[in-house]
């Protein structure tokens, strides 16, 4: 799916860049893959009256943790913030994921997904902030107001796929951003590389501006060993987690979405759902996995509680013990045993 119709007739505001296998001149997309749906399936899905009813607010089973300045060593620790946002602490560096602190992830402050529970770690009980990782630019992940934030107090070093940094500088123009394509690789320091990877997904602020900016995994590559850190991706026939263990020989650590996947005839291009995750887990050869994309902001069709039922389900179905796929919640901390 090229859309070539589009060549030439829109101009890409976020990124100019030389045709490739997966950009079209104007356009993003996932080859031999879907790309989103059309907005007749996007309404029909909207008005099919399907969706569950989640609490107005959860209490989650932790507390808000109060993460150690840094963690050395062959430690590696992740602190659940909440959806997609996690801290990594690995070889001395304290790492974000797709940060979002605000109330709604939404181009508008007071309507769309609210936060259904609070911060897993408070704002100002972060510790200093060396590197954010941002997957793609949809509002669940790519977080301006957070951003902004966390620029005035850490000054963190920011990686992104392509044309995300054009986004990202109209709220932090001083920011330090590196801009990646998939199959690129950067040095963080003489022993952290950074590689971003295909994902199965999209990409939009708006609805001119459809997969005008790339989406991505990241590889983090640690003396403690590799993380493999998906934002979101539909599963697309487990062929990106097979290249990425072909590429990168297996994982001390995968984190992976498994949440945001009904209904199915809408969500699969985009989203996994718990036994595809669970499949992924095995394809990429990943020993541990902390699972996230859950029970925090309500974008689809299933019950808050629905991911880790079927997650507990697919587990034991594949034989996996559970305590190696870790759906966390909002202030856990998992301290991720070395394979």
Known sequence: MTDKSARG???????????????????????DGVGPGTTRSLLKWQFSGNRSRWPKSVASPFSPA??????????????????????????????????????RVSPLSFIGPRRVVPPGIRFEDLPPIDLVLVSHNHYDHLDLAT?????????????????NDTIIRRATPDARIDVMDWGDRIAISNDILIDAEPAHHWSARGTGDRRMALWAAFVISTPAGKIYHVGDTGFHDGINYGAAKEKHGGFR???????????????????????????????????????????????????????????????????????????????????????
């Open 253 to 339: 650590l995968a984190i992976l979405p498994f949440g945001a996947y009904e209904p199915r005839w809408f969500m699969k291009g985009q989203h996994q759902n718990p036994e595809e995750a669970v499949t992924g887990m095995q394809l990429c050869d990943a020993a541990y996995v902390a699972g996230h994309h859950f029970a925090t902001f309500q974008l689809t069709d299933e019950a808050i509680d629905a991911p880790v039922t079927a997650l507990k389900v697919a587990l034991q179905e594949q034989k996996i013990a559970p305590e190696r796929f870790r759906p966390l919640r909002a202030g856990e901390v998992f301290d991720v045993p070395k394979p």
């Open 66 to 103: 109060r993460p150690e300045r840094k963690i050395d060593g062959d430690g590696l620790r992740i602190t659940m913030i909440g959806h997609a946002s996690m801290l990594i602490q690995v070889a001395g560096l304290n790492i974000l994921t797709d940060p979002v602190w605000s109330e």
């Open 9 to 31: 007739q829109k101009r890409n505001p976020y990124y100019q860049g030389p045709i490739s296998d997966h950009f079209d001149g104007t356009r993003f997309f996932n080859p």
């Open 147 to 163: 951003l902004k934030r966390l620029q005035k107090v850490h000054e963190p070093h920011i990686v992104t796929p392509l044309g």
